[in-house]
Every structure is written in C-alpha cells, then in structure tokens.
C-alpha cells in the first residue's frame, strides 16, 4: 500500500469512529433495549393460557424470523410513505430493528423462562407470593442468567446489522465509509477498515458478555 | 418460634378443636382419578403422617393443603394460628370447579398464609442467600419489617446450626443444610401447619438424621405437622396418627405405633412388608 493510502486510512479513522459513536452504537443500543422489553412482553405473551396472546405473538415472530431484515427496513423506510407514514431515516431504523429483535429476543427469553425449574414457581406460591411477584423475584432473575450468552449474540448480531441502516440514509460507520470511498475511489482500503472497526467493537462486547456472564455464575455449582 | 401454646384451659373430656379438616377431597389428573375422596382431621400440636405407595396420591393430598394443586371436589378448612384473629377459612372446591380461577384469591391466598411446606428437593431460591432465602416471604409478601424479620431468620438459622451460612448460596450448601434452610424457610412465614413432602428423599443417607431429628425437635414443640413420608421409623417415633394413603383413599388411619405393627387391611400389610422386606 502507497504511503497515501495509509494517510487516508489515518485520515478516515476518526470520521468513521465518529461514526460508530454517533451512529452505530447508540442505534443498536437504543434499538436492543426497546426490542427486550418487547421480547419480554412476547414471551409472557408466548407462554399465556390464553390461546388468542399466544397465537398473535407466535405469528409476530414467525413474520420477524421468516423476512429479512433489509426487507423489513425498506418496508418501514421506503414503503411506509405509500401509505402516507413517513418515518424519518432515524426513527425508521430503530423501529426496525426493535421489531426485529424483538423477534428473536423472544424465543430466547421464553425458552430460558421455561428452563426454570417448575419447583422454583411453587416454592415461590408457597411463601405466599403472585403470580406475577413470583416471575419478577423469582422466575425472571434466574431465566436472565441463562439468557445472557444467547442475547448477547443477538446484541452482537444487531451491531453489525446496523450497518444495513446506511441503505436508508442513516449516517452511521459503515455510512462515513462508503462516502469517503467513494470520494477517494479507495474501496478495498476504506471498507476493511469498517470491518475492522466492527470487528474491534464485537470483541470490546464478548468481553463484555464475558464479564457479565462471571457475575451472573456467582451463584451456581461450576 | 414455637406456635401459639396449647389452650391449657380446655377441659379434659372435650378434645382439641381441628386445625385443619379435609372433607371428601377428590382430584384428577385428566382421565386419572389421584384422589377419590380424602378426609382427614389434624388437631393443634398433631404430627400426621402419611405413607402409602408412589403413585398412591399422598403427596397430591399435601399440595392441595398448600393450594399447589387445585382439588375438583371437597373442601379444606383451616384454622388461623391464633383463633382469637384468625378466623377458620373454608375452601370448597366442588365451587371452583377444579379451577385456580375458580377460588377467590384471597381464601387460596389465606390457605398458602396458614400453610409452609418444605420440598423433597428444598426447592431453595438459587439466586438468593440463605438468609434472603428465609427473608423473602415474610419481607417481601407478609410486608413485616426487615429488621424483625432478619433477627428472627438469624435466631433461626442459628438454632439449626447454619448460622454462618446466612451469606453462602444454597449451591455451596451440603443437601442436609439445603433442607434444614427449606424448613427455616417455612417456619419464618409463621404457618398455623407445616407441611413437610418426603423431605430426606432426596438425601444422601448420612444427612437424613439431621432433618429428622430436626422435625422431631419441632414436633415436640407444638408444632402442628402433616408429613409424607417413606420413613417409617420416623413416623412411628414422631407422629401422633398414621394414615396409609393408597389408590386415592386413606385405607386406615391410627395410633402409629398400634397401625404400624398391627394393620387392619391387607393392603396395609403388604405395603409394610414391601418396606420391611424390600428384596
């Protein structure tokens, strides 16, 4: 590589940190928090006796998990106003990828609620509690330690999906990266670039994961 | 600690009012009849034992006591622990219709409050304490003080020797701490009737001897028990009354040590033998 092109990888580094400070980050952060507590309130839904809840959250997340993701932001972006929503690039792709996470978010979350054991419910109703006291004091506490390594992939996942938010104009890492190839014609160099900085991000996470994991365990047999 | 004293007034001749009365308790599992139609009475200070097959429903008799399972028919009436502002609730199930719904709240609510049970698998909250572990209920649902409540989970504890785990998780704990926690648990929601379902079971052999000798302890102090049992050692020593629970029905009930060495039914007799004389 010319000593130019390094200049300009030097150049663009602080753009496309920029970038993910101001884009990607606060994106996929905004977006994973909404789309959990929607993965919550689906996974109740989910688990409901009654038939109606459980059916209209099974077929949101069968539409979720069976439509691409690209398909459901340009639906939000570029469809919408058809219909005379317009949703601003912003808004449009948080709403996007809370919908989608909450898909996903979902199963995780029922499946670690139902990997509780059923005696901690009851010893939960013997001491006298709710039935919803017993899921956020005793149920929810624990299924969360099993779901911490499963969503903290799709966290991970949704990181890096962020950058599909550059196709509806969102200026976000990928974003500052195309525009600055595409003004210095230095493709190859720019985009690996991105991906580094993606990839320095998903590692800065799974220690993340990582540490939360350990104190999560602190009260279980190893 | 110890439950409210034996009325000590009571003349001689009258017996001691019922604590807890079960009237023709029925329960299916689907097409499966688990209890035909269980009566039972359990005076203030009575160590009820219940033994029986697996399968036999003994263990679905001490859920419903607990509101773990809903009966479809008969009634359970309970008596608070100080009758002077507990009155007796009366739950009837053939009103509910086998329905958790179908009970008002607050009966099954007044049900679990007069009730503890301790689990064959302690059932600890692993994510809490052992001293949150026995702070949970009363803090938390019963909303008594913190600080009351602590001082009585700490003498608690102390009394059954587990005062220096009030820190540890359960998981650090042996299966005879875990059960000694699982009935400190119980007894820190005051319960009018301790409920105790195969509680050594799940045991190693060497730890059984702690947990009963607690229970045997507690029994002596007035407490009023129901306990499903395979012991029966143990329910001879500790018990006031037998019941031999089988297909849904209590068979025979009586004087432990009269019942356990001369059962009347034949069934009866061949479950004794069966424990006596496994191979």
Redesign the interface.
């Known amino acids: 590589m010319s000593e130019s092109t390094w200049q300009l990888l030097l150049d663009s580094l602080w753009p496309l940190i920029h970038g993910a400070i101001t884009g990607t980050i606060p994106l996929a952060l905004s977006s994973f928090a909404i789309g959990l507590v929607l993965a919550l309130g689906l996974a109740l839904m989910r688990l409901s006796r009654r038939r109606w809840l459980s059916s209209i959250a099974q077929v949101y997340i069968s539409i979720v998990r069976g439509t691409p993701l690209l398909v459901q932001l340009f639906v939000i972006f570029y469809g919408l106003p058809s219909l005379g929503i317009v949703i601003d690039p912003w808004p449009s792709a948080i709403v996007a990828f809370s919908i989608n996470v909450g898909g996903y978010a979902a199963e995780v979350i029922r499946a670690a609620i139902l990997s509780v054991p059923k005696g901690q419910w009851e010893a939960a109703y013997m001491i006298g509690m709710s039935h919803r006291r017993a899921l956020t004091r005793i149920i929810l506490p624990q299924a969360a330690r099993v779901s911490v390594p499963p969503l903290s992939n799709t966290f991970i996942s949704l990181v890096k999906d962020t950058s599909l938010a550059s196709l509806i104009l969102v200026t976000e890492l990928f974003r500052e990266a195309q525009q600055v190839a595409a003004f210095s014609q230095q493709f190859m160099a720019l985009y690996l670039e991105a991906a580094l900085l993606y990839w320095v991000i998903c590692l800065v996470l799974s220690s993340g994961q990582g540490a939360l994991e350990k104190r999560l365990d602190r009260y279980v047999a190893h | 600690m110890s439950p409210t004293d034996q009325p000590t007034d009571q003349p001689a001749d009258q017996p001691t009012p019922a604590l807890l009365t079960v009237r023709g308790l029925q329960k299916s599992f689907g097409a499966n009849q688990v209890l035909q139609s269980i009566d039972l009475t359990v005076a203030r200070g009575q160590v009820l034992a219940l033994i029986g097959p697996s399968g036999s429903g003994k263990t679905t008799v001490l859920r419903c006591l ?3 399972e809903i009966a479809d028919g008969g009634t359970i009436e309970i008596i608070g622990a100080d009758d002077a502002t507990h009155a007796p609730v009366t739950i009837d199930f053939a009103a509910a219709h086998g329905s958790r719904s179908g009970v008002p709240k607050k009966t099954l ?1 007044t049900l ?2 007069r009730s ?2 301790v ?1 064959q ?1 302690y ?6 304490t052992v001293l949150e572990n026995v702070m ?2 009363p803090v ?3 909303r008594r003080p913190r600080a009351e409540v602590e001082a009585e989970a700490l003498a608690l504890l102390e009394r059954v020797g587990l005062s220096e785990k009030r820190d540890s ?3 650090e704990l042996s299966g005879g701490q875990q059960q000694r926690v699982g009935i400190v ?2 007894l820190a ?1 005051r319960p009018t009737v301790l409920l105790f379902d195969e509680p050594t079971s799940a045991l190693d052999p060497e730890l059984v001897g702690d947990v009963l000798r607690l229970i045997k302890e507690l029994a002596a102090e007035g407490w009023t028990m129901v306990i499903v049992t395979h012991e029966l050692e143990f329910a001879r020593e500790v018990a006031s009354e037998v019941a031999f629970v089988d297909g849904g029905t209590i068979v025979e009930h009586g004087d432990p040590k009269e019942m356990l060495r001369n059962p009347q039914h034949e069934r009866t007799r061949q479950f004794l033998h069966r424990l006596l004389f496994p191979f």
């Open positions: 607990n509101g773990l609510g679990r409050d503890a049970m689990f698998h059932n600890l909250f692993p994510h809490k949970e209920g938390v649902v019963q998780y359960p998981f648990r119980a929601l």
